[in-house]
């Protein structure tokens, strides 16, 4: 499975970007079983996860962190998982990851990463 992950940037405190990525290379029935989601890492930090959502689009997971500012929307057509973020905050600054996995614990691909810088 491949993901390809676009957007990212350089953007001022308060203001948004978006985040797309689209997966490849899975059957149906992966796509169907899978949660897609992003991790982020800033410098010096671990991997956390940011959120994730599965296949019907009836669970969604946020980090308390983004709760409020960040959306995750899923195009099962296209096999594409986005992040919209609005109210970028400094601490924001970080690499987002796409994730494909069973679950957003047992992650079992990841995208390249694309780097998402605040200015304060």
């Known amino acids: 499975v491949q993901l390809q992950a676009f957007g990212g940037g350089l953007v001022q405190a308060g203001g948004s970007l978006r985040l797309s990525c689209a997966a490849s290379?899975?059957?149906?029935?992966?796509?169907?079983?899978?949660?897609m989601g992003w991790f982020r890492q800033a410098p010096g930090k671990e991997r956390e996860i940011v959120g994730g959502?599965?296949?019907?689009?009836?669970?969604?997971y946020y980090a308390n962190s983004v709760k409020g500012r960040f959306t995750i929307s899923r195009d099962n057509a296209e096999n594409t998982v986005s992040l919209q973020m609005n109210s970028l905050k400094p601490e924001d600054t970080a690499v987002y990851y796409c994730a494909l996995g069973p679950s957003l614990s047992d992650i079992t691909n990841w995208g390249q990463g694309t780097q998402v810088t605040v200015s304060s």
């Open positions: 959502i599965n296949w019907s689009r009836d669970r969604v």
């Open positions: 290379g899975a059957s149906l029935r992966t796509f169907k079983d899978s949660v």
